[in-house]
């Protein structure tokens, strides 16, 4: 298994270019599922989550082809309807096959994703949306089964705000026969990325960013060329990280439109942060200041965000209050920082961080993605060495995470 050696203490600088979002490429690419002509994708990170979601797309039948920095999608000859749990339990995104493939295909079978560290994470939305919307649902053996002979526009009121939930249905709408309008929508950058990918290819859609999303079924979508976003979530990592070094650095590629609350908690904890068209620069010369948040649907503070401001917080003056709504089960990261001598008390979906003077290295282990990037954090700033274990969590959803570090300035290296 493969571990990171990181040499605490050295101040991140230098500029860094952001990657294409996880988030917003993986829908997108199963998007690719709903049209039998190409769907050319630039910007898409090169991660394990991306091959994952390839090699399901391939073992569907879809034809790709790399290009420098994306790929090529064509769904021409689709001839398995199926997303296998070997699949779905490494990466729970690939559930956003599901509404492509029944409302282009009239089926599909899908397994259902079952526990992850952070939490059950259920699926029951996905599944009620598309029931709404007429499809005939069966769970067997631990798969969905979805059949419907054409999907039926629907007026959909989420219980809950789910991001995948919305991009789903938003998907599913797109060939269904009528308007569908879901409410209670998730309000993400990412379903917008979504939105104007499918726009591109022909999809009639209105309100995507709002909470209620507008899809006029059409009978066919078409080919487009389509570059995906920034990844807001591994511009936060970097800038946080050099916030906690006390480092000054800049991102490239990037978009502070669309991280207002995370630039705003930044600043709160002290550092200097200035905006020029793309590029984003972050300047800490002094201890940081612990930062009190909640976690909530965007646009409020993303729960993706949580476990690196932890690692902040740990380090900073003062104590900080954090409180998790998303997932019940996202304060992995505390034991781990423990053992580094931080001083966190957690009490239901609370944590409260005392920041203290130093970290010091250890042992540690990766238990999820954010998590990873926390860890990661704290070993940056802890005196000696820290090796974080179980780094395929952070291998699944960032692109070149040590390379771009060290590019900075950290001491980094990957032991195999
Ligand atoms: C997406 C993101 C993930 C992020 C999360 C919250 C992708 C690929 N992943 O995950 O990085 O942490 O949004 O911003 O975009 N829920 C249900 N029933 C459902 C669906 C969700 O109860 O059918 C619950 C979940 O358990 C959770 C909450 O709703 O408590 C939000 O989850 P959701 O927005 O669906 O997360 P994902 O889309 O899986």
């Given at each position: 298994m493969q571990k990171l050696a990181i040499q605490g203490g050295a101040k991140l600088h230098g500029e860094v270019r952001i990657s294409g979002a996880k988030n917003a490429a993986l829908p997108i690419m199963c998007?690719?599922?709903?049209?039998?002509d190409e769907l050319h994708l630039s910007?898409?990170?090169?991660?394990h989550d991306v091959a994952t979601m390839e090699k399901l797309l391939q073992q569907m039948g879809v034809k790709i082809s790399a290009v420098a920095q994306g790929a090529t999608f064509n769904a021409?000859?689709?001839?398995k309807l199926e997303a296998p749990y070997e699949m779905v339990k490494t990466m729970?995104?690939?559930?956003?096959v599901l509404g492509p493939l029944l409302t282009r295909f009239g089926e599909a079978r899908v397994s259902l994703p079952g526990g992850c560290a952070i939490g059950s994470r259920p699926v029951d939305l996905h599944i009620k949306g598309l029931q709404a919307m007429g499809a005939q649902i069966h769970i067997e053996h631990g798969y969905i089964h979805a059949t419907a002979k054409r999907l039926q526009g629907a007026r959909i009121c989420f219980d809950l705000v789910s991001v995948t939930g919305t991009e789903n249905l938003m998907m599913a709408a797109t060939l269904a026969d009528g308007v569908t309008i879901l409410e209670n929508a998730a309000r993400e950058p990412e379903v917008v990325d979504l939105a104007n990918c499918l726009l591109a290819m022909g999809a009639k859609i209105t309100g995507?960013?709002?909470d209620t999303i507008t899809i006029e079924g059409v009978r066919n979508l078409h080919g487009a060329a389509h570059r995906v976003m920034p990844d807001r979530i591994e511009s936060g990592t970097f800038l946080v990280a050099a916030a906690a070094t006390g480092g000054k650095i800049t991102l490239t590629e990037a978009r502070a439109d669309i991280m207002e609350n995370v630039l705003d908690k930044l600043r709160e904890a002290g550092a200097h942060i200035t905006v020029d068209g793309s590029r984003i620069t972050l300047e800490m010369t002094a201890r940081p200041t612990a930062v009190s948040l909640r976690t909530a649907p965007?646009?409020?503070?993303?729960t993706d965000m949580q476990a690196q401001f932890m690692a902040l917080n740990t380090i900073a003056e003062g104590s900080a209050v954090m409180v998790e709504t998303?997932?019940?089960?996202?304060?992995?990261h505390v034991q781990e920082l423990r053992r580094l001598g931080a001083q966190i008390e957690v009490e239901g979906n609370t944590a409260i961080v005392t920041g203290c003077a130093q970290l010091e290295g250890a042992t540690i282990m990766a238990t999820d993605l954010r998590a990873s990037a926390c860890l990661v954090i704290a070993g940056l700033v802890a005196q000696g060495e820290t090796i974080v274990d179980r780094i395929y969590h952070l291998d699944r959803g960032y692109e070149h995470i040590e390379a771009k570090l060290s590019a900075l300035g950290a001491q980094i290296r990957r032991i195999k």
């Open positions: 998007a690719a599922l709903l049209s039998a910007n898409l990170p090169d991660m021409a000859n689709v001839d729970r995104a690939a559930i956003l995507a960013g709002t965007y646009p409020a503070f993303p998303i997932f019940e089960n996202r304060f992995m």
